[in-house]
């Protein structure tokens, strides 16, 4: 059985290094969120509320999944990699914002349609 001082010191490191790279993640998408809302801001909370999610999940989801389509996980191992992953990280934040503004101003467009008048459109607009 290891000494519980070297089994928490180990704990705390591993925590450490998960920290470091979820918050490189988390900076990225945090600037990604600031510059968007900096250009254009929602009308209300609950809009702003949606998009924020939404760029906060596409940059850390779409940026982690960018990361590993083009295998470059090793630049983990590098402070320099790890700024390049950060850039990628923010650059995936910001077509998610554009995409959910575009969804917010379609259906306000549409406010008064029903469901099913908006799928037949969004099917007839795909042929």
Same mark, same amino acid.
């Given at each position: 059985?290891?000494?519980?001082?070297?089994?928490?010191?180990?704990?705390?490191?591993?925590?450490?290094?998960?920290?470091?790279?979820?918050?490189?993640?988390?900076?990225?998408?945090?600037?990604?969120?600031?510059?968007?809302?900096?250009?254009?801001?929602?009308?209300?909370?609950n809009e702003w509320r949606v998009a924020l999610a939404c760029t !906060?999940?596409?940059?850390?989801g779409g940026g982690a999944a960018l990361v590993r389509y083009l295998?470059?996980?090793?630049?983990?191992?590098?402070?320099?990699?790890?700024?390049?992953? !950060?850039?990628?990280?923010?650059?995936?934040?910001?077509p998610a914002w554009g995409l959910v503004r575009a969804f917010f101003?379609?259906?306000?467009?549409?406010?008064?349609?029903? !469901?099913?008048?908006?799928?037949?459109?969004?099917?007839?607009?795909?042929?």
């Open positions: 059985m290891s000494e519980p001082i070297s089994g928490a010191a180990a704990g705390a490191a591993g925590w450490k290094i998960i920290g470091g790279l979820a918050g490189m993640g988390a900076i990225g998408a945090g600037l990604a969120a600031f510059v968007v809302m900096s250009m254009t801001r929602p009308k209300d909370e !906060l999940v596409g940059s850390i295998g470059i996980q090793e630049w983990a191992h590098d402070p320099i990699g790890m700024v390049g992953m !950060l850039a990628l990280v923010f650059s995936c934040g910001l101003k379609y259906m306000e467009k549409r406010k008064d349609a029903d !469901l099913a008048e908006i799928v037949a459109e969004v099917r007839n607009a795909g042929k």
